[in-house]
């Protein structure tokens, strides 16, 4: 490709996205000749073969805007478009793509999809407004000493959550009810309150669905949640099982959230609770990004629409409104703990195969159905290298391995084989501990 090429600019992402970085790079490069320059602090080689610039940059470091332009300087005129790929750089990186004169959601309003403090005290200003359409607005303060949490505890018998205000991945959250240590809870966030922590009201609602989409583009996904002090996400299932009544509530809070942080044309990924009647609402935080867990790629198994083409066109001028129409698959995100806290290695390839091959028939068994039919879309062991693995997870991190899967509707209930599956990788993995402590080759060094 020609050094005069137009640049797609994609600023900052999260690690564990590198292969979702590749197929926005390679789409663009495909599709409109168009290099990729990626921003991001302490880019890796793996960063430079997937795109074709890298410039070290934080988007939290300050001057972030002002230092970004003078690097870009010499690239300017080749800049044709910008992606932000990051909660950290959601505000920034919007900040940045305005400068460039590209087009980009909202600058000024992206600080509520970053910041959970921003985006309740933004509620607030409109909660009329939000509770004329039956979503809730929690309470919500801010934390600094284990003494705000003991007045918020007050003012909350029926239970609150801790949160940091500022970060991904489930880390540093905790449930907390009557009875439990608050410093306990104080402990889970102290590591982040530099950039801010929050106690939120607990929202009295059980199940978890996320509003996601690009554009004018949307559909919505099931959570499933762990049950316990620790709400950490161990599954993501297309398409949820919704009533006409369940998914316009779900579609009207989803909407107002990116109102509130400024989404219109870009990505977003907001989470939130819903009572059991199906008429009523909480958004748990909003996400100007893609959706984690894998839930573009279970949408294109499942809606055959894919989202980071669609991202790419949008960014690039070339703006597509694509319906969204189930198909007769369903597909789930499947996280994979471990039977005993440990240090675990990832096996080798042929190894981790062998493991989720006897998982899955399993877990087919159990569900009554062949094991031929439940189709793997991805799998992967989540660390490269040896790491301890609590078997209650904390955080979204504190997973062996995860995977996608695919089924033709009908032929099972996918929340029953989620639970199967994720009990037969425990199993199967026990199993193998134990035979490879047997051979001592230090497959898991368990944790007394």
């Known amino acids: 490709m020609s050094g005069q090429a137009p640049i797609l600019l994609i600023v900052d992402y999260n690690l564990t996205?590198?292969?979702?970085v590749a197929n926005i790079a390679r789409y663009a490069r495909q599709q409109y000749d168009t290099q990729a320059m990626l921003i991001r602090a302490q880019p890796g080689a793996r960063d430079l073969e997937i795109c074709d610039y890298a410039i070290d940059l934080d988007p939290l470091a300050q001057n972030f805007v002002e230092t970004a332009l003078n690097r870009l300087a010499p690239f300017r005129e080749r800049i044709r478009a910008g992606v932000v790929f990051s909660d950290n750089a959601v505000q920034r990186g919007a900040e940045l793509l305005e400068r460039l004169n590209l087009p980009t959601d909202s600058a000024a309003l992206a600080a509520g999809a970053f910041s959970k403090r921003v985006y309740r005290e933004m509620e607030v200003r409109i909660r009329d407004l939000m509770e004329a359409q039956s979503i809730m607005v929690p309470h919500c303060s801010s934390v600094v000493t284990v003494d705000d949490l003991r007045a918020f505890a007050e003012d909350h018998p029926a239970g609150f959550v801790v949160k940091p205000s500022c970060e991904g991945n489930n880390r540093g959250v905790i449930v907390?009810?009557?009875?439990?240590s608050l410093e306990t809870a104080f402990a889970m966030v102290e590591p982040y309150?530099?950039?801010?922590?929050?106690?939120?009201?607990?929202i009295p609602f059980r199940?978890?669905?996320?509003?996601?989409?690009?554009g004018e583009t949307e559909f919505i996904t099931e959570k499933v949640n762990a049950d316990g002090p620790y709400p950490v996400e161990v599954a993501q299932i297309l398409p949820a099982r919704l009533t006409v009544t369940e998914r316009t509530t779900l579609t009207r809070a989803g909407r107002l959230a990116n109102m509130i942080v400024g989404q219109r044309e870009g990505p977003f990924h907001n989470e939130i609770k819903l009572s059991d009647d199906g008429r009523q609402a909480a958004v748990v935080e909003p996400n100007r990004r893609p959706a984690g867990m894998k839930i573009w790629t279970l949408a294109q198994a499942v809606f055959g629409i894919n989202f980071y083409g669609l991202w790419v066109d949008a960014a690039l001028g070339e703006k597509r409104h694509v319906a969204v129409v189930e198909t007769s698959t369903e597909a789930a995100t499947v996280m994979l703990g471990v039977p005993v806290?440990?240090?675990?290695?990832?096996?080798?390839?042929?190894?981790?195969?062998?493991?989720?091959?006897?998982?899955i028939s399993h877990a087919a068994a159990i569900c009554g159905i062949a094991a031929d039919v439940i189709d793997v879309l991805e799998y992967t062991w989540l660390a490269t290298d040896a790491r301890s693995i609590p078997v209650i997870p904390k955080e979204n991190s504190d997973f062996a391995a995860q995977v996608c899967i695919a089924i033709d509707g009908g032929c099972s209930d996918m929340r029953r084989l989620v639970q199967a599956l994720r009990q037969s990788w425990i199993a199967a993995l026990g199993e193998e501990t134990e035979r490879a402590a047997a051979r001592d080759d230090r497959y898991c060094d368990q944790v007394a």
Request: hydrophobic fraction near 35%.
């Open 341 to 359: 806290d440990g240090r675990y290695a990832p096996p080798g390839h042929d190894k981790a195969e062998a493991l989720l091959r006897k998982a």
């Open 193 to 202: 309150l530099a950039n801010g922590a929050v106690c939120e009201q607990l």
């Open 207 to 214: 199940r978890e669905f996320s509003f996601d989409g690009i």
């Open 176 to 180: 907390v009810r009557k009875g439990d």
């Open 17 to 20: 996205r590198v292969s979702d």
